[in-house]
């Protein structure tokens, strides 16, 4: 990062995600696939290096929300299998097999769709079936009354001609949750995938290659859910381990630097709205971050950031590109200093807490324009 840059900018610990893949994958059972999620430019993260580094540390798979993503990360050098977890109009059907991707397949309308136009190509399309047993939204749905009608409908999915149905995966609602209600549900999510795939091989003769169904949370909290493969997204990027149980690390820091610092009386008022109203005479610093850079709005006035000597608090209302701390208590941070959002000094559970939200949001939410500085060591 050049100096002109150094505003605000997010640090990507590249060693700290090799040491998460590294953890998790141990604690696979043998044989069990890896795949990464790297959608939403791997949760803000920077899809391509992140992909590019699971490419060389042996990881099996990635997946991706779209067809864009998806070539984005072939045009940069990605060639490991890559499924795409949303749907992908019929009509591009002969970009998926030239790209050598793999189509989740939620109905089957969907895979009849894909069938004819993979075979007006005289090629075949790698699918992979996706069950809805409890997220209640893409997916064959197989709960309660739809159990023999939803086992049909994949067995004539994968009758069809010209798709590979190479594998089948749900996704757990509530696998991160450790109430006895969530786990409850999970296991009813869990024995419903198993059920339906073995009703599909007894009555239909279908098998699968890869099944797979462990998100962030099951690989923690159910790891007798791995089957063939996980799907650690969250997890990877060293968030979600909340036993501790596999020693991740965060990986991504986010900084800005302290633009200038202000005196005020009391009673003096502070940003739009005026919601913030000095009580004493107060030494205000103004940061160069706001929600235009992934700082949401509705932390204001409810948050404090890691500031050269302890902690300094937001006050009033944050703006679209920067501000305001109160730095009366700090008097060693200075102009140009650095503060910290979130990183090691600052947990990213905690901001997210403040804001009603989860890490995941406030991650992918580190906009395009906030500078990405890669950290090899």
Not at 245 to 265: A, N
């Amino acid at each position: 990062m050049n100096d002109l840059q150094k505003r605000t900018w997010a640090e990507i610990s590249l060693p700290n995600l090799k040491h998460n893949y590294t953890m998790i994958r141990k604690a696979l059972p043998e044989g069990c696939r890896f795949l990464g999620v790297v959608k939403a430019d791997a949760y803000g993260h920077g899809a391509l290096p992140v992909s590019l580094l699971l490419q060389e540390a042996g990881a099996d798979y990635l997946a991706v929300s779209c067809l864009d993503e998806a070539l984005e990360l072939r045009s940069g050098g990605i060639t490991m299998p890559i499924l795409i977890l949303g749907h992908t109009p019929p009509e591009y059907t002969k970009l998926l097999i030239d790209q050598g991707f793999t189509q989740t397949v939620s109905a089957l309308a969907k895979a009849r769709e894909y069938s004819v136009a993979a075979g007006a190509l005289g090629k075949t399309l790698k699918i992979h079936i996706k069950l809805d047993t409890g997220m209640s939204r893409l997916g064959f749905l197989c709960r309660g009354d739809y159990f023999n009608l939803g086992v049909n409908n994949v067995i004539a999915c994968c009758h069809l001609p010209n798709l590979e149905a190479e594998g089948i995966y749900t996704h757990f609602s509530v696998s991160d949750e450790t109430d006895e209600e969530s786990e409850s549900y999970t296991r009813e999510q869990f024995e419903l995938f198993c059920q339906v795939i073995d009703t599909a091989r007894e009555r239909g003769g279908v098998h699968f290659a890869i099944r797979h169904c462990a998100n962030s949370g099951a690989v923690v909290h159910y790891p007798e859910m791995a089957l063939d493969m996980v799907r650690p997204g969250l997890l990877l990027y060293g968030y979600g381990d909340d036993s501790g149980r596999l020693g991740l690390k965060p990986c991504m820091r986010l900084v800005t630097t302290v633009s200038t610092i202000k005196h005020y009386e009391a009673g003096t008022s502070v940003s739009y709205g005026r919601h913030f109203v000095t009580d004493r005479h107060t030494r205000m610093g103004v940061l160069a971050i706001g929600y235009a850079d992934g700082l949401p709005r509705i932390l204001s006035n409810k948050c404090s950031f890691a500031a050269a000597g302890g902690f300094a608090p937001q006050r009033g209302n944050i703006c679209m590109d920067m501000c305001m701390v109160d730095l009366t208590e700090l008097p060693q941070t200075e102009v140009a200093d650095e503060v910290e959002i979130f990183g090691p000094s600052n947990d990213l559970n905690a901001l997210s807490e403040a804001a009603g939200t989860i890490p995941y949001e406030l991650l992918c939410a580190v906009s395009k324009r906030v500078p990405r500085v890669y950290i090899e060591e």
